[in-house]
């Protein structure tokens, strides 16, 4: 049986390995950004989006904001349906999302409604996520997948305007389920879509399949 002072020792311990953290993510953040613009993968103007500096102004302040936060590609078209479903029901609810790769950002801008506010997500460091929340001051968070960072994770349940985070993973089966009907309600596909994607599901149900399907620009071209 454990002593009855472990849980308090634990949540000590667990503090005190996220206060390492905060400063060691503090002080390598402005060495990782640098590295990320001079290897191309940050944007070449925009990349003040990654501490915190924003380059649209907030609608509406002190309104409700729903904010979206996706890494790449793939979880940004997962939350596209999602966004537009949301302007569909509230017109004038402010809509932000925010992606973290150049892919995301070079095919999402162009799909965006136009009312829906895209940034680049601010880097997991106490003065960017601070920075971000206190300007945009998000009610309600959807965090795309896996996107659990501490800093932001913290930083977001520390501010009294934020009802809540909710985090779209393949563990929660009827958020995934959720949004799977809105990505496919959203498509206007005629018959003859319909029938050519059926010719491929059976074209490919006996034969294995490899899916590059998160990669960065230019990758694509040793597959």
């Not at 000590?12 to 993510?25: F, H, I, K, Q, V």
């Not at 302040?61 to 890494?71: D, E, N, Q, R, Y």
């Not at 932001?152 to 949004?179: D, N, P, Q």
């Amino acid at each position: 049986m454990r002593p009855a002072h472990a849980p308090a020792s634990a949540a000590r311990g667990g503090l005190s390995l996220y206060e390492l953290y905060r400063s060691a993510s503090r002080a390598a953040a402005p060495a990782v950004l640098l590295l990320r613009r001079l290897r191309g993968l940050e944007h070449p103007s925009r990349w003040p989006e990654r501490l915190g500096r924003p380059s649209a102004a907030r609608p509406r302040p002190g309104s409700p904001l729903v904010w979206f936060h996706a890494v790449s590609l793939g979880e940004g078209m997962v939350a596209l349906p999602v966004a537009r479903h949301c302007v569909r029901l509230h017109p004038g609810l402010p809509i932000l999302l925010t992606t973290t790769t150049l892919s995301a950002f070079e095919v999402i801008k162009d799909l965006l409604p136009d009312v829906v506010i895209y940034q680049f997500s601010p880097l997991d460091c106490p003065n960017a996520i601070e920075s971000f929340i206190g300007y945009w001051k998000p009610s309600l968070i959807l965090l795309m997948e896996s996107e659990l960072w501490p800093n932001l994770i913290m930083s977001a349940a520390e501010k009294g305007e934020l009802e809540k985070i909710i985090l779209f993973t393949s563990g929660m089966i009827y958020i995934v389920t959720r949004v799977i009907y809105l990505a496919v309600g959203d498509v206007e596909a005629g018959e003859k879509e319909l029938n050519t994607i059926k010719d491929l599901q059976q074209q490919f149900n006996d034969r294995p399949i490899w899916m590059a399907a998160s990669i960065h620009k230019g990758e694509e071209e040793g597959l």
